[in-house]
């Protein structure tokens, strides 16, 4: 860890100082002399317009310092796949890189950052032939890495999902194929939920779960990463709304350390897919026929939830609201409850509630659901 901060230091220094590193993970390396570490390098205009570029750093050992060996700017056109080996693949103006972290928790906190800079690019219309990102040019002039660094920082080895899948259909019928992935569901959230995270690479944890289920598990890489991803977005703590209600997931609802730790006795179940986990330890309440599509008729649960909710907080106690990702049902229920209670106009509930889980995302049929209720409240 001494040297990691050492390495991240000196990196530090070589960028100007009115930019900014916002994240940097360590990456796998084929040379054992070098460690690479994958950044994020972000300046914001004039016009409070942030911009990221993906600066690739090499650490000689043997010369104790630091070289850029790649420059990548984020534009809207950027794409981030699995590689489905533990890592991911970025694609941005036609170039294409491969980047593999050392541990999940490096991955994901890269994915995290990655697509929200992709959405930023996006949101601005930043694109190559545009007149955003011309800082990067400092950069690619100072590219100073050894030829077989920047070898590998431009080296590509990712199978397509085209292929995987038909080689995969190819050898199984599709009634194994559905057996297959739902031992690796369960057993892989069971194994995830006992290891640490940080240190642990995707690799050994595809070596674990084939040492459980007894099988080899090659042809199943890509899906291995993207179960990988969908648990660690559950595995997130819940977030903090207000002080006695959190937003969560199906893997808070089924975390019972976490629910009392944080003094929560009543649970809002927003799916239909869920089981309630601890019936006879928590007061419940489900709205069951709710899934995640725009044609779902939320709106006509929200006064009952925020019955629910107001009651838990009545009794002077913390209430949990899930669905499946505490991305969208839920959100949506939440943000439909601080405004009823706190007479929010909906872009201040939403942004509210966004500030304390960002990963919020109701879909466009909640949306306009909550605009009508929104309406309803100012009648009211």
């Known amino acids: 860890a001494g040297d990691i901060q050492h390495h991240l230091r000196v990196i530090s220094e070589t960028v100007r100082p009115k930019d900014s590193i916002t994240l940097a993970v360590k990456l796998e390396c084929l040379l054992s002399t070098r460690t690479r570490y994958l950044t994020v390098v972000s300046i914001t205009d004039i016009d409070n317009t942030e911009e990221n570029a993906l600066l690739g750093f090499d650490w000689d050992e043997t010369s104790d310092e630091a070289t850029l060996g790649m420059v990548l700017p984020v534009y809207a056109d950027t794409s981030i796949v699995l590689d489905g080996d533990g890592g991911f693949v970025v694609t941005s103006d036609y170039r294409k890189h491969t980047f593999k972290p050392v541990s999940v928790q490096s991955m994901w906190s890269a994915l995290q950052t990655l697509n929200k800079n992709v959405e930023n690019a996006r949101y601005n219309n930043f694109f190559a032939e545009g007149t955003s990102h011309t800082w990067i040019n400092h950069y690619v002039k100072e590219i100073n890495s050894s030829p077989k660094a920047i070898i590998e920082w431009n080296a590509l080895d990712i199978e397509s999902k085209t292929n995987f899948d038909a080689k995969i259909d190819s050898e199984l019928d599709q009634s194994k194929l559905a057996a297959t992935r739902n031992l690796i569901k369960v057993n892989l959230r069971d194994i995830m939920a006992h290891v640490d995270i940080e240190e642990i690479t995707s690799k050994q944890i595809r070596s674990l779960l084939e040492e459980r289920i007894q099988m080899k598990l090659t042809e199943f890489k890509e ?58 330890q928590f007061s419940y309440m489900n709205i069951s026929r709710v899934v995640d599509k725009e044609t779902t008729d ?38 439909a409850y601080v405004m009823k209670e706190y007479k929010w106009p909906l872009e201040t509930a939403l942004q509210h509630v966004k500030s304390c889980r960002n990963c919020i995302n109701p879909n466009p049929g909640f949306y306009n659901q909550l605009i009508t209720y929104e309406g309803l409240i100012k009648a009211g």
């Open 298 to 335: 939320l709106i006509t649960n929200w006064d009952k939830t925020y019955k629910f909710i107001k009651g838990a907080r009545n009794n002077s106690s913390k209430v949990l609201v899930h669905c499946k990702m505490g991305v969208s049902r839920s959100a949506s229920t939440v943000i």
């Open 223 to 280: 899906f291995i990463d993207e179960c990988m991803i969908v648990i660690l977005r559950q595995m997130d703590s819940a977030s903090e709304i207000l002080p006695y209600l959190y937003l969560g997931s199906e893997w808070n609802a089924a975390n019972i350390d976490e629910l009392k730790n944080k003094g929560i006795k009543y649970i809002l179940n927003i799916t239909c897919e869920v089981d309630n986990f601890f019936p006879n």
